[in-house]
């Protein structure tokens, strides 16, 4: 039987992160993960292949991120844990461990719809898939692909799909727009708008019900009718991989391995993070998905101190997010009014308009946004911004904003750089612009 100081379950951005901190925490920790996969691959890459601005040997990750670390990988699946003997077993061996990592991530839903067995219907996940899918999407018969979800993920498929030229692409989103979970109303509709102004074919409201097909997709079927399809990806969500978990004996749910702000589970010397894990709200403290990347790695490394005798909390998540749409960037972080409104929590919103860069310059494009604040405490609660493609920073700003508990007037008096070529003129910084709406909204009613 083999033995290690850490034994790490799972293959994505948790895995990875958790490898390196422990052994920044410990040099001389024998390490090993195990994974069912025999390739690790960038998720968040994945769409970019299939407009060819990327291949899918460059979106798979090297084993040498984690061997680098004198860590060991083994190809295998964990079927038990032992937690009396701190051992996992795998279909092949087991393992004796004294500190022990679940990061299992998630599986992709697929629901037991009529002719969802069909060929040509793809979920994402998995290296195999994303090579199945390029050869079909560059078949020659292939013409019209339809994208079952509205989420970022999915809105990201739609645009670099169609941006390929070859296709008809299709997006169906259950609810009233897309992107809900993480933009309001105004901001969703110009996604969609964007989607719509590019070919992009967008069903709102719409259930999938069904599809039909001789041995492979040809149409799906909704309850206001059918749709051609020739390929269809299901981006409907995932659920966290618990089984493992569960039969142990570790404290979870269908939203995931309950974890407290150390990353420990419900039984000893047994963390968890990444998709797996359920999440909560750093600004309310509610339960709350946080299923990004982004997270996993910053779960992962607390995770990992905490295992080896350090000691950092996880706040929660803010979960800031990115997504890009042509030429229109969107980003959110925090929470959105129509949480907000669900909850019964009373907000306030400041709204502005400024330029990515001094408007007088010719490249100079139009920003959008919106900062929600706590009606009671003006403490800041979420933002949303759309614009130029230079969002990302902005966002992360923001999430660190949410992080340290910021008001109106933190915002206010925030400093900022200024230069013609790289941000609006100093009167137009964004979030400022927001905070001040807001600011004269209430001196007016004072």
């Known amino acids: 039987?083999?033995?290690?100081?850490?034994?790490?379950?799972?293959?994505?951005?948790?895995?990875?992160?958790?490898?390196?901190?422990?052994?920044?925490?410990?040099?001389?920790?024998?390490?090993?993960?195990?994974?069912?996969?025999?390739?690790?691959?960038?998720?968040?890459?994945?769409p970019y292949i299939f407009d060819r601005s990327t291949t899918l040997e460059k979106v798979i990750i090297k084993d040498s991120i984690i061997t680098r670390w004198g860590a060991d990988i083994f190809i295998d699946e964990a079927i038990n844990i032992?937690?009396?003997?701190?051992?996992v077993t795998t279909l092949?061996?087991?393992?004796?461990?004294?500190?022990?990592?679940?990061?299992?991530?998630?599986?992709?839903?697929?629901?037991?719809?009529?002719?969802?067995?069909?060929?040509?219907?793809?979920?994402?996940?998995?290296?195999?898939?994303?090579?199945e899918l390029e050869k079909t999407l560059n078949m020659p018969g292939t013409k019209n692909l339809v994208i079952v979800g509205g989420g970022y993920i999915g809105v990201e498929f739609a645009y670099i799909s169609r941006k390929r030229g070859d296709l008809?692409?299709?997006?169906?989103?259950?609810?009233?727009?897309?992107?809900?979970?993480?933009?309001?109303?105004?901001?969703?509709?110009?996604?969609?708008?964007?989607?719509?102004?590019?070919?992009?074919?967008?069903?709102?409201?719409?259930?999938?019900?069904?599809?039909?097909?001789?041995?492979?997709?040809?149409?799906?079927?909704?309850?206001?009718?059918?749709?051609?399809?020739?390929?269809?990806?299901?981006?409907?969500?995932?659920?966290?991989?618990?089984?493992?978990a569960v039969k142990a004996g570790i404290k979870a749910s269908k939203k995931g391995i309950e974890v407290d702000k150390y990353m420990k589970t419900s039984l000893e010397d047994i963390y968890a993070a990444g998709d797996v894990i359920n999440n909560w709200s750093a600004v309310t403290g509610d339960e709350i998905p946080g299923r990004l990347g982004s997270n996993a790695v910053v779960e992962a490394k607390v995770a990992a101190i905490n295992a080896f005798g350090g000691k950092r909390e996880f706040k929660g998540v803010v979960n800031p997010v990115g997504t890009k749409i042509f030429d229109l960037s969107f980003g959110s972080v925090g929470l959105t009014e129509r949480y907000l409104m669900e909850k019964g929590i009373e907000y306030m919103v400041g709204k502005a308009k400024t330029t990515s860069?001094?408007?007088?310059?010719?490249?100079?494009?139009?920003?959008?946004?919106?900062?929600?604040?706590?009606?009671?405490?003006?403490?800041?609660?979420?933002?949303?911004?759309?614009?130029?493609?230079?969002?990302?920073?902005?966002?992360?700003?923001?999430?660190?904003?949410?992080?340290?508990?910021?008001?109106?007037?933190?915002?206010?008096?925030?400093?900022?750089?200024?230069?013609?070529?790289?941000?609006?003129?100093?009167?137009?910084?964004?979030?400022?612009?927001c905070a001040e709406n807001v600011w004269q909204e209430m001196k007016n009613k004072i």
Request: proline content about 4%.
């Open 357 to 433: 860069i001094y408007s007088m310059l010719p490249e100079s494009k139009e920003v959008e946004a919106k900062m929600i604040f706590d009606r009671k405490s003006f403490r800041l609660l979420g933002a949303q911004i759309t614009g130029d493609t230079r969002i990302a920073g902005l966002v992360d700003l923001i999430a660190l904003s949410l992080l340290k508990k910021l008001s109106i007037e933190d915002i206010l008096n925030l400093q900022y750089t200024t230069q013609p070529e790289l941000s609006p003129q100093p009167r137009g910084n964004i979030w400022v612009s």
């Open 168 to 244: 008809n692409v299709s997006l169906i989103e259950l609810l009233p727009h897309v992107m809900q979970a993480f933009f309001d109303d105004e901001f969703s509709i110009k996604a969609e708008e964007k989607l719509k102004s590019k070919g992009v074919t967008v069903y709102t409201n719409t259930r999938v019900i069904g599809f039909k097909g001789n041995g492979k997709v040809e149409k799906v079927v909704t309850e206001n009718g059918e749709i051609p399809a020739d390929v269809v990806i299901l981006g409907i969500g995932v659920s966290p991989n618990i089984a493992l």
């Open 92 to 131: 092949n061996e087991k393992f004796r461990y004294k500190k022990l990592f679940l990061m299992t991530g998630a599986n992709p839903l697929k629901f037991s719809l009529e002719g969802i067995n069909l060929k040509n219907i793809f979920t994402l996940r998995h290296t195999e898939d994303v090579s």
């Open 1 to 46: 039987m083999r033995g290690y100081d850490a034994l790490i379950i799972g293959g994505g951005p948790a895995l990875r992160n958790c490898v390196k901190t422990v052994r920044l925490m410990d040099k001389n920790a024998t390490i090993a993960c195990i994974r069912k996969d025999k390739t690790m691959i960038n998720h968040c890459a994945m």
């Open 82 to 87: 032992d937690p009396k003997e701190k051992i």
